[in-house]
């Protein structure tokens, strides 16, 4: 598989080679915990699965691919491979910068995991690169961006961010998951790592959960690749399997996700019961002009604030029909959300706590009229 060849190319064959013995076009699932070598020490390549599995190899090959990246690592979780590149790039007495409205779960990580074993961290505001110089720290070791960020759709200039951050020497990260692959590159923006959790967009079918790093840094992969050896939170096989499966539609759904959020966030936007909506597709968004120079398209997440309150988005979100009431993302069906209850409820009380009038849309692949209809009945109420 050459680099040059086109996504769509990748997303299908990078990694997933015919089966050698019996020609199959799809890759076989090894369910094998253990591999037979034929002296101490001499194997074919495999010898545990915790330490490697032919078809986790086979899926890190293709979002490797995807991401641009030389090397990737398949984790049980986007939070498991969060933790590792964490561990794999910080020490005790080094500081963080996090986006100011992180996903809840990346808040908690750093917060109550890290911190307490030395880490510190702060919360900035990515839209504007010099925010990062304003809150920089001798012991700034990692700036983690998420950009579109999750829940408020911020961006962030990763080219500039990148630029301050390794002129102080600090890494970038990159959660990629709302954006995914196929709408934006972190790594050729300048990032160091990109992460992902693959139970979003990348499995694409709200049945399997999992995660994944990709980096073009030779050691910094080695030592990625020990953690996730030595701390285990690996993916199974069926697993890895199922994620690469919806891998391979990811471009063609990402183009209806986007068509259907695009019409969504216009419709709430207009709705005298909105008051204010949050799409980087919009030209009113803050992040709309730095969005249409580093993402392909804008995504398939939107998110308001009812003019009601938290009173008006619990009741709305209770009365939608096709809009299934449920966290998490990023798959076929559409589903809405109240992060302040539900996925930011960790950020209660702390610099990234959510307005409780926000609502979430994970806009899925629907007729998107039914979609509208569905959220017209919802807001009327």
């Known amino acids: 598989m050459s680099p040059t060849d086109g996504f769509e190319t990748r997303a299908i064959h990078a990694g997933q080679d015919p089966d050698p013995v019996t ?13 037979r070598q034929q002296a101490v020490g001499e194997h074919q390549g495999f010898e545990y699965s915790r330490s490697g599995n032919p078809t986790r190899a086979s899926l890190e090959r293709q979002l490797a691919s995807l991401e641009g990246a030389r090397y990737g690592a398949a984790f049980a979780s986007g939070l498991a491979a969060e933790d590792v590149v964490l561990r794999a790039l910080v020490s005790p007495g080094d500081h963080v910068l996090l986006p100011i409205d992180a996903y809840g779960g990346t808040y908690r990580l750093v917060d109550r995991v890290h911190r307490p074993l030395g880490v510190t961290h702060d919360a900035v505001d990515f839209s504007d690169a010099a925010h990062v110089s304003a809150s920089w720290r001798d012991r700034t070791r990692v700036v983690w961006l998420e950009t579109p960020s999750n829940p408020l759709l911020w961006i962030a200039d990763i080219a500039d961010v990148a630029a301050v951050a390794h002129a102080r020497g600090a890494a970038v990260v990159v959660d990629n998951t709302f954006a995914t692959p196929y709408l934006q590159q972190p790594l050729a923006l300048g990032a160091d790592v990109v992460v992902h959790s693959t139970t979003k967009y990348l499995g694409g079918h709200s049945d399997v959960v999992g995660g994944f790093c990709a980096t073009d840094d030779a050691e910094l992969a080695e030592r990625i690749a020990f953690l996730q050896n030595a701390a285990g939170a690996v993916p199974g096989a069926f697993d890895c399997f199922l994620v690469g ?9 990402m183009d209806r996700h986007c068509d259907n959020a695009e019409a969504v966030a216009a419709f709430v936007d207009a709705h005298p019961k909105v008051a204010a909506t949050f799409y980087p597709g919009l030209a009113a968004h803050p992040g709309h002009e730095i969005a249409a120079r580093q993402m392909r398209r804008f995504g398939g997440m939107v998110s308001f ?3 009601g309150g938290e009173p008006g988005a619990l009741a709305m979100v209770a009365r939608t029909r096709l809009f299934t009431l449920a966290e998490s993302l990023g798959a076929v069906e559409s589903l ?6 539900m996925t930011h409820a960790s950020v209660e009380e702390s610099p990234l706590a959510v307005d409780p009038g926000l609502v979430r849309l994970s806009v899925g692949l629907e007729t998107v009229d039914d979609l509208l209809a569905d959220l017209e009945q919802a807001l009327a109420g």
């Open 23 to 35: 020609g199959s076009v799809v890759p076989a699932v090894h369910l094998a915990t253990t591999y």
């Open 245 to 253: 499966r919806g891998t391979k539609t990811l471009a063609v759904r």
């Open 305 to 307: 604030i009812h003019a």
């Open 336 to 341: 809405i959300e109240h992060p302040a209850r």
